[in-house]
Nanobody, 115 residues
Framework: QVQLVESGGGLVQPGGSLRLSCVAP????????MGWYRQAPGKQRELVAL???????NYADSLEGRFSISRDNAQNTVYLQMNSLKSEDTAVYYC?????????WGQGTLVTVSS
C-alpha cells in the first residue's frame, strides 16, 4: 500500500495563506503525476491542481491564480501554496499520485477559512 502523507492544514482567516505538503515514497514520486483535490461539505471532490513528473502544471479555472503547486524531487514532496484564501476554499484537501493505471490518495487535511 503506497501511502501519501499530507500536512499543513488548519484554520486561517479570509485573505490569509497556507502551504500544504504531501510526502510520497520515492519509488512512485519520481514518475507520478501529483495532484491536489478538495472536497467541501456536501459537494463532490474536485480538482485543484496537477503537476507532472517533469514539472508541468494545471489548475482549476476557479482558483483565479491564487494557488500554486510545486514539487521538490529531492524531498519526494509536493506543495500547494494557497494565497488570498476565501471562505469557499474551506474543504478537506487530498493529495493524489497517478502513474498509468496506478493511483493512490492521501488521508486528507482540513483547511478552514473563517474569521
Amino acid at each position: 500500500q503506497v501511502q501519501l502523507v499530507e500536512s499543513g492544514g488548519g484554520l486561517v482567516q479570509p485573505g490569509g495563506s497556507l502551504r500544504l505538503s504531501c510526502v510520497a515514497p520515492g519509488s512512485i514520486f519520481s514518475i507520478a503525476r501529483m495532484g491536489w483535490y478538495r472536497q467541501a461539505p456536501g459537494k463532490q471532490r474536485e480538482l485543484v491542481a496537477l503537476i507532472s513528473s517533469g514539472g508541468s502544471t494545471n489548475y482549476a479555472d476557479s482558483l483565479e491564480g491564487r494557488f500554486s503547486i510545486s514539487r521538490d524531487n529531492a524531498q519526494n514532496t509536493v506543495y500547494l501554496q494557497m494565497n488570498s484564501l476565501k471562505s469557499e476554499d474551506t474543504a478537506v484537501y487530498y493529495c493524489h499520485a497517478g502513474y498509468r493505471y496506478f493511483e493512490t490518495w492521501g488521508q486528507g487535511t482540513l483547511v478552514t477559512v473563517s474569521s
